[in-house]
């Protein structure tokens, strides 16, 4: 035994693994000693057996199995842990335990598996007992099934879930094992205690003998309900009050409580599978069903039968075999046949249970009006199948259709449905069956009582007789009180028969609550009210001994609250409870009347009544007044002494003070009396004739208050104003009105008949005295603080002036409180009167709702409706729906019946076309207000596919479908909408849109309901898969909801839910869970009436406060009356939790958004710097893979954990795409707002980025890429660089990317390495891009290739490395490449490197193989020639890296580029965009002029013409040599035919073929440059500009589209087409041949060209633009100025009339326009203003002012004012005498227009246009000797700042200022704004240069004239401003730092930086370039000025190549001087560049 000694040594634990038995068992000992000392169930020792306790329970050896298993025992039962172990333990038990020949075993094994259950472990334990049924060893099966029979006695039914056992019974039974067989017959005996019947249905097909057997067994179960005998862990406290009740012996009924839940718990339903019937149909069943023999229709029949007698079935669309079967029993003529059709109805019925509800309304008014049927078996049948109908939907929902047929003719029908109400009450109970519904009920049967046939009074009997044992006498008695005592007794003797459904519950409940005040609370409530009870409903009081009795004949006593909580609901008659009765007796005769009088009054009294004098009748009064008050309530006969009253002359006496007194006295004895309706009746008429007398109405008021309070308020109004209204004295009318508006706020609302109030109120209306009118209005107003908006709906059909002071009135009455009643019973008892009147209250707001007079709209509804909305045409389907939509607007108010109409709408709902489904969903919001709370029954069929469209894709239609439910829901109440599986299975819908919209739905509507069907269970598994949603969105509204969920159903049921969950979703939802408990609200507490009926709509006024009230007064109202109810929500806590609840419904939104809401990326300090050091100390993986391998994910994944959200963190790591996505776009979103964090886990993110780019999933890589690009933009603003380690395991991967197939990735990649050049240095990207030369991926070579071009072209030879010869030869054996493009790519790079480089190239190259050299040779040639010689790869790269860079929010970056020169910075602030070049990403850039027109009627930018690198303009044009001179000897020889041959040559200049075309031009322009043969052209000059224009629209239309011409040719033409013009155009003489007509064409055709995008993309598109320009603006100088501005002006028109035109175009005339206008001045006199005013005129008339102020663009409006304004200016007055050629001038705008500029500057500057320093000044002096000075200076200010006469004002100004030089304008300006006063004072200063004669000012270009022009505010002839001047002179630069200071102050920047910018004209000192230019060596020193520039701002490429931009900024720049200096022009080049920076 050495070897044991070893073992001992051993710990435990240790033991219990040794392969030795024995030491096993010794370890098992010791374990069950150990576990059983440890105290501390959460004792780390026991996590060290967690593993091992599998073990325990399989010991191979049996010996130590049997220890192992003690010592498991030992350890479920006390470990916290152990529940850990569940699976595998039971598993083990059930495989390897189970089978052990030994009892001990097996009994250890079962106890084991039960102590699991009671440590809550019960669904583990049970799955593996059901897996072990599956077992082969029969031992095995029998242990299991021993084991489950074991549980499910002590545990009960509750805990061992039945539905799984029973599923597998019928396969027990069948075993060949008897044995199996024995312990399964067991087992169903235990099953059947719990559940009794519900095991039948499942167990019918079984073999018969055993099932006999059973049977046997069955009979022998005791019948009392079995008890739970263990308990679970959570259930001590249970198992505690269980112990008591064993103890004392007694069963009392608390336990009894607990258990009656469990009795109805198994429903046997439950338990069946459902089975799927719609399929199995017979294929030609809707065929057969129609036939006409009725044989085959009898088999479609019995085919549906024999399918619906499955028990239960699978739900699905019925509707149309409903339909069919429907049909079927309503017309079938066979009555056989109808009774099968009703048979297949109650299958279909009891299949679907609450599924079928929704059919329920289409089919019960069908059976019940077939129920004229004799023959007994169709009488059953039908009987049969509306019972089964019954139990799937709410009598609630049916009442409609069954009222409607109690008033049948035929009385079986009416038998059959009294009989039907009957048995329906039965299953009701005083919840489910509320006022509001037997109401109508009673009613209808009360008729039926009294019906001539004996059988329809017996239905009604019994019926009314359930009623009342249901309800409860309290609620019914009211509705009864006109019953004779005979019936009545009968009724009650039907009640004592009655067996309820739920009867024994209903006693119960009266029993415990006896007397407490509430308890005749419930059967008040209203439909929408009562209907939300129906979980209390069960607990609340049922048969009426319990209720309080009142005793009839005194009033309830005043000490006991329980009167009045009796008499609150009772209703209208019901206040006095049974003593209604008494209020009316029997008429006495006259004679009884005087005995009884003459008992009581003194003789003299009698006497006298109808004396003559009337003083004696004064004191018989007085007599009579003190008798009656002496007189004893007992003793008082009322009825005689006010028929003594009314004895002559009764009423109508005249003097009014004994009428008085006589008034008086009937009120004593209302208030004295025992007074009934009947002695009203004597004295109503009366007093009602009395009210409206002036002296005796008060008092009539005062008795009928006093009869009102005897007989009710209600009896009595009705009375008093049916009385009022049947006499004509309107002033009776009007008071009468008046008194019951008071007696509304006295009595309250109760019971008031508002229908018959309201015909009268209608009348009143109409009435013609205002009076009356006004009084009904008022009554209104007091009726409308009780009935609340409903009330409106009465009165919609009013004029419209009475509407609006009805909705005047109530808009007073809104807001305000309905007083508490004053009078009326409710005096008597304070304490529960206000209940009461609550519940009244509710019950007004519905009642008044059930009041409209509703249409029946469902015989419009035909079927060729139905067919038109079901129509394959969408248009008709539309027309269909309109058609409803006005049948609903028609009816207003509509009944539920609207036939096939529900069925249409449905199909509607899920229409193709989503106009439809809108149209169909309002068409539903507005039948729910047209049918009100009776919309119910249409929730399943209608509402509930409202429902599925909110998983619309589409926003639009999710937000109407919303609204749509919220409308109906506004109707129905929330419990339709809850009950049954409908909700549950839209939610089990994986659809993110329902599923959050949904959610969203139920959070905001379930913390408002009190009560909720069970059915909401079904949706909480719907609702934990939402919580683990893939959507952020379904997730984060699951977690809102779940508070509110829990709030109905309770913490327990919700975890128990989470049973079924996969184990890791188990702990995340049971987390989430205990989350929401901490949230979760309280449930609105009863009082609190007013949340549900907020949701059922008709809520008054009054009551939306009270919700809030009823919290405050939560503990207050405790004290005094403890409602059960409330004491059950926790006592006087209840304010607590009140409050507590308000708190925490904002919580959970708070703690759910701390999930996402925080920072996406965690700042760890030092984190980066840590990360880099593990990588350099080899602590992790360096990030250098081929592909990503698992370890290098999971390394990540562990660094990420510290710094990235857990949740993004999931969202990066999942295995799905979508999510990447999401991870992507949040990140995205995060750029800007998380810079830091971003910075500080830079690493990681392009780590995980390269990860992406391994993803085959294009839409990531997109998006990454889109990351990336803000990313390094961000990173480039922050002036980040990239560390050697962020370098290098990200650049690789991204090279890798450049080689994709996809274009757009490539760019994108393209534009992503561009950046990167900002973050880190050129020289080491080069590298990285090197190695990516050396990839197999030809498409990465060459864009490798292609980078590295761009690179040395960008930054110079210096980034080659490692040295620039190195590099080259790299480059060069590229040349060789088997691939074309990488070939092509080597060879362009090489070009650049050379065009950078020059002939060194060669040398750095080395050799190279002579096909390669002679490749390279051909290629520099080529690109040589060039005129912009930049190699072709530029001229394509450089747009676009420009495009990448400008496609990017912040252009202007802060990179490693700091050198960007301060001349850039410069010359951007000088120019139009004032931005400091760090700061201001381009979307903030300000626009001065979008900023000086604050109005925004400006827009700054003119269009955009394209202006590239301007300084390429001087480049003469090249015209290539005319080497052909010798095919034309024609020219030489000028003077032989000269004009046949300019017309061939001219001809050939149209020619298609672009050489022919060229030689022609070149021939042309030979003549033209020679001055002595230029006249030769004259008379030709309009033929030659047709051919030019015709070959410009030429290359146009087909040379431009033709893909196999060299481009480079189209741009040889095009020059020669310019070049020859622009000969053409210096010579004036020529020019001004050219005509109107051919000037419109021309310019048409040179706008189009300088707009033709397809010209900038060529090489040098750029050059030919420009000198377009040039051209443009030589045809606008020097042609004829009639001619040019006729054509402008046309073409003008033209192009603003084609819709096809650009506003380019239009916007580019527009300029030339403008510049047309601006010479002006020196052209006028030159111009026929003639020709041009009718041009205008025509143009007016043709674009009146209204036509062109709808122009998208102000501009041309504009354009025209100063064009006419500019005219006016120049010609004054005489401009009116140049409207010759206008034939009707009267009729012309443009004499109007015309007239009113001349008079206004006539005005202001007397008749001259030209203001001398004299006139102006005389004017002053006339003007200051008139005036104040104060006032002329008024008056200029007031010029300056109107947009006409700004400048007449300064001029004024200015004069005055010289004039009167002390003068202090200071006061004017103080008040103004900065912009204002520093406009004015710039103003004049321009005028002084002007004066001084310093020249003029000419504004730079077209543009900023216009933009000095808009300073003016918002001026509209812009450009005739006094800066619009046309010298060619320079404007000094102070002009624009002062704008631009000015504006900076206004956008808040400093202006501190100005002073230390170089000044503005240094930047226009470039050296000056000789006049003519002709070689290309201009172009090569140009273009090295461009590359040193290119190296200092390098990225600022910002010129506006890409934006269309060039143009008028040029067009309009040259001088009009003819002799153009160059250099002049230069210079202005030069800003307006700057200026459009």
């Keep these: 035994m050495g070897d044991d000694s070893e073992w001992m040594k051993l710990p435990i634990d240790q033991k219990c693994e040794h392969k030795l038995w024995k030491a096993r068992l010794n370890g098992y000992e010791e374990a069950l000693k150990l576990f059983q000392k440890i105290d501390d169930e959460k004792s780390p020792e026991w996590s060290k057996y967690l593993g091992l306790i599998k073990k325990f329970v399989t010991d191979s050896n049996a010996v130590a199995q049997l220890k192992g298993l003690e010592a498991a025992l030992a350890y479920v039962e006390n470990a916290h842990v152990a529940g850990k172990t569940t699976g595998e333990v039971a598993s083990g038990v059930v495989n390897k335990v189970f089978n052990q020949p030994k ?464 008499t609150g609901g009772a209703g209208a008659k019901g206040k006095k409870g049974p003593e209604t009765k008494e209020i009316f007796e029997s008429e006495l005769s006259i004679e009884v009347c005087e005995e009884k009088a003459a008992a009581v009054l003194p003789a003299s009294c009698i006497q006298q009544l109808d004396s003559g004098n009337w003083k004696e009748r004064l004191a018989c009064m007085e007599e009579f007044q003190k008798a009656v008050e002496l007189m004893e309530r007992s003793e008082m006969p009322c009825q005689a002494l006010v028929r003594m009253l009314a004895k002559k002359p009764g009423w109508k006496e005249t003097n009014f003070q004994v009428m008085q007194m006589k008034l008086h006295i009937v009120a004593l004895i209302a208030q004295k009396g025992n007074f009934s309706k009947t002695s009203a009746q004597v004295v109503l008429d009366g007093l009602v004739d009395k009210v409206g007398d002036v002296k005796c109405g008060s008092n009539a008021k005062e008795a009928m208050t006093a009869i009102a309070e005897a007989c009710q308020l209600p009896w009595t109004a009705e009375q008093v104003v049916a009385m009022a209204f049947s006499q004509k004295n309107p002033k ?160 207003k108010f509509i009944q539920p019946n609207i036939g096939e109409l529900p069925a249409a709408l449905k199909s509607r709902l899920n229409d193709s076309n989503k106009i439809l489904v809108q149209q169909t969903l309002s068409i539903l919001q507005q039948i729910a207000t047209a049918m009100g709370p009776n919309i119910k029954q249409h929730v399943k069929n209608l509402g509930i596919p409202v429902i599925t469209v909110l998983g619309d894709s589409k926003n639009n239609v999710r937000a109407a479908a919303l609204a749509t439910v919220n409308a109906w829901a506004e109707q129905t109440g929330m419990k339709e909408w809850l009950e049954g599986e409908d909700l549950s299975e839209e939610l089990k819908k994986e659809n993110p849109f329902l599923r959050q919209e949904l959610l969203g739905w139920l959070a905001e509507k379930l913390p408002t309901l009190r009560s909720v069907p069970s059915d909401l269970l079904l949706c909480v598994p719907h609702l934990y898969s939402c919580l683990e949603d893939r959507n952020g969105d379904v997730r984060k509204k699951a977690q809102d909801a779940l508070p509110f969920f829990m709030m109905h159903l309770g913490f327990e049921k919700m975890a128990k839910a989470t049973g079924k969950l996969k184990p890791t979703s188990k702990d995340q939802v049971l987390a989430m869970l205990d989350k929401a408990k901490a949230n979760m609200p309280a449930r609105p507490a009863p009082p609190a009436k007013a949340s549900s009926r907020v949701v059922g709509g008709a809520a008054p006024a009054k009551f939306q406060s009270s919700s809030a009230l009823a919290e405050d007064s939560g503990s207050n109202t405790m004290e005094s009356k403890p409602d059960p109810k409330k004491v059950k929500a926790g006592g006087v806590s209840s304010k607590a939790k009140g409050v507590q609840g308000k708190k925490v419904l904002s919580k959970p939104n708070l703690k759910e958004d701390d999930d996402k809401s925080g920072p996406i990326f965690i700042i760890v300090p030092n984190g980066k710097e840590q990360r880099m050091k593990d990588e350099k100390g080899l602590k992790v993986l360096k990030w250098n893979f081929t592909t990503p391998r698992d370890e290098y994910i999971e390394q990540l994944k562990t660094q990420m954990s510290s710094c990235v959200a857990k949740w993004l963190q999931d969202e990066m790591f999942h295995a799905d795409f979508q999510h990447h996505n999401k991870a992507l776009a949040v990140m995205i979103e995060h750029v800007e707002s998380e810079k830091d964090g971003v910075i500080s886990c830079l690493d990681l993110i392009l780590k995980w980025l390269t990860l992406r780019f391994f993803d085959t999933n294009t839409s990531v890589l997109m998006k990454a890429l889109e990351y990336l690009k803000l990313l390094f933009n961000l990173l480039s603003q922050e002036e980040y660089h990239l560390t050697e380690n962020e370098a290098s395991s990200f650049i690789p991967y991204l090279i890798l990317k450049v080689g994709e197939p996809k274009d757009v990735i490539r760019k994108d990649v393209r534009a992503i390495l561009n950046r990167m050049c900002l973050i880190y240095p050129a020289s080491k990207m080069f590298t990285f891009i090197m190695e990516g ?182 480049e003469p044009v090249l015209i290539p040599e005319p080497k052909i001179r010798a095919v034309s000897p024609h020219f030489d020889d000028m003077h032989s035919n000269t004009a046949s041959t300019i017309n061939f040559v001219i001809s050939q200049v149209a020619s298609g073929d672009i050489n022919t075309s060229i030689q022609a031009l070149a021939q042309i322009d030979e003549v033209l440059r020679q001055e002595d043969k230029a006249e030769a052209m004259s008379g030709h000059i309009d033929q030659f500009l047709i051919a030019t224009f015709m070959q410009l629209r030429l290359i146009y239309n087909t040379h431009m589209a033709d893909e196999k011409l060299d481009k480079d040719e189209i741009v040889k033409l095009y020059s020669c087409i310019i070049g020859s013009m622009i000969s053409l155009f210096q010579i004036e003489s020529l020019a001004r041949e050219a005509s109107t007509g051919v000037l419109k064409d021309l310019m048409h055709g040179l706008i189009t060209l300088m707009l033709d995008s397809r010209v900038e993309d060529l090489e040098e598109g750029e050059q030919v633009i420009r000198s377009v320009n040039l051209l443009v603006v030589k045809v606008l100088e020097k042609s004829d100025q009639t001619n040019i501005l006729s054509a402008l002006l046309v073409l003008l028109q033209d192009s603003l009339l084609a819709t096809a035109s650009s506003p380019k175009f239009s916007e580019l005339v527009m300029k030339c326009l403008w510049r047309m206008v601006r010479l002006l001045p020196e052209t006028i006199n030159s111009i026929n203003l003639d020709r041009i005013l009718l041009d205008i005129h025509i143009f007016m008339k043709i674009f009146p002012k209204e036509k062109l102020k709808q122009c998208k663009s102000e501009f041309p409006i504009r354009t025209l004012k100063t064009l006419l304004h500019t005219l006016c200016k120049l010609k004054g007055p005489k401009i009116l005498d140049h409207l010759t050629m206008i034939d009707n001038k009267n009729e012309s705008e443009l004499e109007a227009h015309l007239c009113r500029v001349v008079k206004h500057s006539m005005d202001q500057s007397g008749s001259k246009a030209d203001k001398d320093t004299e006139k102006g000044a005389s004017r002053i002096e006339e003007k200051a000797s008139k005036a104040k000075v104060n006032d002329i200076l008024a008056e200029i200010f007031k010029k300056i700042g109107s947009k006409e006469n700004t400048k007449e004002g300064l001029a004024e100004l200015y004069e005055y200022k010289k004039k009167y030089s002390d003068a202090d304008i200071e006061p004017f300006l103080k008040n103004s704004s900065q912009f204002f006063q520093s406009y004015v004072e710039r103003g004049l200063r321009l005028i002084e240069t002007e004066r001084e004669g310093k020249g003029r000012i000419a504004a730079s270009t077209g543009l900023s004239s216009q933009m000095e022009g808009t300073c003016v505010p918002a001026s509209t002839h812009a450009v005739s401003s006094s800066l619009g001047n046309t010298n060619g002179e320079e404007v000094g630069p102070s002009v624009y730092l002062e704008r631009l200071k000015i504006l900076r102050q206004r956008c808040g920047l400093d202006n501190a930086k100005q002073e230390d910018r170089p000044p503005l004209t240094s930047l226009l000192s470039k050296p000056a370039v000789p006049t003519v230019a002709s070689s290309t060596d201009m172009l090569h020193s140009k273009l090295s000025q461009l590359r040193e520039s290119r190296e200092q701002y390098q990225h600022l490429d910002l010129d506006s190549n890409q934006t269309h931009s060039s143009g008028i900024g040029t067009t309009l720049a040259s001088p009009s001087s003819a002799a153009a200096n160059i250099d002049d022009l230069k210079k202005r080049l030069e800003r307006i560049k700057s200026s459009r920076k």
């Design 103 to 566: 009892a001990r075993a097996k009994e250890l094994g079962l106890d084991i598996c039960l102590m699991y259950i009671e440590i809550e472990k019960g669904e583990a334990v049970q799955e593996e007992l059901l897996k072990g049924l599956d077992n082969k060893n029969p031992k095995i099966i029998v242990a299991c099934i021993e084991t489950l029979r074991k549980a499910l006695s002590e545990f009960g039914s509750k805990i061992i879930l039945l539905k799984p056992i029973i599923k597998v019974l019928p396969k027990l039974f069948e075993s060949r094992e008897k044995a199996v067989r024995d312990e399964a017959k067991l087992l169903a005996v235990e099953i059947y205690r719990w559940i009794k019947d519900a095991l039948r249905p499942p167990l019918q097909n079984i073999n018969s003998v055993q099932l006999k057997e059973l049977e046997e067994e069955w009979v022998k179960v005791s019948s009392a309900a079995p008890k739970q005998t263990r308990f679970l862990r959570s259930q001590q406290e249970l198992k505690a009050k269980f112990e008591q009740q064993q103890a004392a012996g007694g069963d009392a009924d608390g336990g009894g409580d607990e258990e009656e839940e469990v009795v109805p718990q198994v429903d046997a339903y439950e338990l069946l599978e459902a089975v799927e019937i719609l399929s199995k149909l017979p294929k030609d069943f809707y065929e057969k069903i129609e036939a006409k023999k009725w044989q085959e229709r009898k088999e479609a029949l019995e085919a549906v039968e024999l399918l619906v007698k499955n028990p239960k079935l699978e739900s699905g669309d019925y509707a149309d075999l409903v339909k069919v079967l429907k049909k079927v029993v309503g017309k079938d003529t066979n009555v056989m046949l109808v009774a099968l059709a009703a048979k297949c109805l109650a299958g279909l019925a009891t299949g679907l249970r609450k599924k079928f509800g929704q059919y329920a309304g289409h089919v019960v008014p069908t059976i019940l009006e077939k129920f004229k049927e004799k023959k007994p078996q169709v009488v059953q049948a039908l009987q049969e199948a509306i019972d089964a109908i019954f139990l799937t939907t709410t009598l609630q929902n049916i009442s409609e259709d069954v009222l409607a047929v109690m008033d049948n003719k035929n009385p079986t029908i009416k038998q059959q449905t009294s009989l039907f109400i009957a048995r329906s009450f039965r299953h009701c109970t005083p919840s489910t069956l509320p006022k509001s519904l037997l109401k109508p009920f009673c009613a209808a049967l009360l008729k039926h009582i009294n019906d001539s046939a004996p059988e329809v009074r017996d239905a009604g009997f019994e019926a009314l007789g359930t009623a009342l044992k249901v309800a409860g006498e309290k609620a019914v008695n009211p509705f009864l009180a006109d019953v004779d005592k005979l019936k009545l007794d009968r009724i009650k003797e039907c009640a004592e028969k009655v067996e309820l459904v739920y009867g024994k519950k209903t006693g119960g409940a009266a029993e415990k609550k006896e007397g407490k005040p509430i308890a005749g609370k419930t059967p008040a409530l209203s439909g929408s009210g009562g209907d939300r009870e129906t979980k209390d409903a069960a607990t609340k009081p049922g048969p009426l001994k319990k209720a309080p009795a009142v005793k009839s004949g005194g009033p309830p006593k005043k000490g006991k609250p329980a009167a009045a909580a009796g």
């Design 732 to 891: 009776n009318q009007s008071e009468t009105l008046n008194w019951l508006s008071n007696a509304i706020k006295e009595f309250g609302f109760s019971g008031l008949n508002v229908k018959a109030f309201i015909s009268n109120v209608k009348t009143a209306l109409a009435a013609t005295n205002p009076a009356v009118r006004t009084s009904a209005i008022t009554l209104l107003g007091v009726m409308y603080l009780y009935v609340g908006p409903p009330l409106r709906m009465f009165f919609e059909d009013e004029k419209p002036a009475l509407l609006s002071q009805i909705d005047a009135e109530f808009e007073k009455m809104q807001g305000q409180m309905a007083p508490a009643p004053t009078r009326g019973i409710s005096r008597h008892s304070t304490a529960g009167g206000d209940d009461g009147e609550e519940e009244e209250q509710e019950d007004v707001g519905n009642d008044v709702v059930d009041l409209l007079p509703r249409t029946d709209i469902s015989d419009k509804i035909s079927p060729e409706l139905v067919s038109k909305i079901g129509d394959k045409n969408w248009k008709i389907r539309k027309e269909g729906l309109d058609e409803v939509t006005s049948i609903i607007n028609d009816a």
């Design 1333 to 1514: 030369t050396k990839s197999k991926n030809s498409k990465q070579r060459a864009e490798c290739l292609e980078e590295l071009g761009c690179l040395v072209e960008s930054y110079g030879m210096n980034v080659c490395q490692p040295t620039p010869g190195k590099a080259l030869k790299e480059m060069a054996t590229h040349i060789g490449d088997r691939d074309n493009t990488v070939r092509n790519a080597a060879l362009n790079t090489i070009v650049t490197v050379y065009n950078v480089h020059g002939d060194q190239v060669f040398k750095l190259i080395g050799n190279l193989s002579e096909k390669d050299m002679s490749m390279l040779e051909e290629r520099i040639k080529r690109s040589a020639k060039r005129p912009s010689a930049a190699p072709v790869r530029q001229a394509e790269e450089k747009p676009q890296r420009a495009q990448n860079i400008s496609a990017n929010a912040s252009m202007l970056r802060k990179g490693p580029a700091e050198d960007m020169s301060s001349k850039l910075n410069q010359n951007r602030n000088m120019g139009s965009h004032s931005e400091t070049a760090h700061t201001v990403p381009r979307e903030f850039q300000l626009d001065l002029d979008e900023i000086e027109n604050d109005n925004g009627t400006v827009r700054c930018e003119m269009p955009a013409l394209v202006q590239h690198k301007l300084d390429d303009i001087f």
